[in-house]
């Protein structure tokens, strides 16, 4: 059984600064793209940004220059920087992950999300 577990929630200042985690565990034979996704209240959940196994990353246009991912590929872990918050970062932020798991199999992965709200 693999889970995902995020880390980070909290309130922030706008222009402030949040660093999120998410590690993979269970029965674990590699961890390929791992991503973030996050859904503001009455929103639609979208794609934050993602990374590769090699390091390569996508984001969203809206959080570009701001946020950073990376990831250690030894912990199976994935980390979302963000910096320059912005009130309408509010939201619920999820990581996903495909998995190759024990048995060879290749599955994606959602965390339970982790509440980061940015406001005054």
């Known amino acids: 059984q693999v889970q995902l577990l995020e880390s980070g929630r909290g309130l922030v200042q706008p222009g402030g600064s949040r660093r999120l985690s998410c590690a993979a565990s269970?029965?674990?034979?590699?961890?390929?793209?791992m991503g973030w996704y996050r859904q503001a209240p009455g929103k639609q959940r979208e794609l934050v940004g993602s990374?590769?196994?090699?390091?390569?990353?996508t984001y969203a246009d809206s959080v570009k220059g701001r946020f950073a991912i990376s990831r250690d590929n030894a912990k199976n872990t994935v980390y979302l920087q963000m910096n320059s918050l912005k009130p309408e970062d509010t939201a619920i932020y999820y990581c996903n992950a495909d998995i190759r798991d024990a048995y060879m199999d290749l599955r994606n992965y959602w965390g339970k999300g982790t509440l980061v709200t940015v406001s005054s």
């Open positions: 990374i590769t196994r090699g390091d390569s990353t």
């Open positions: 269970g029965s674990i034979v590699s961890s390929n793209t």
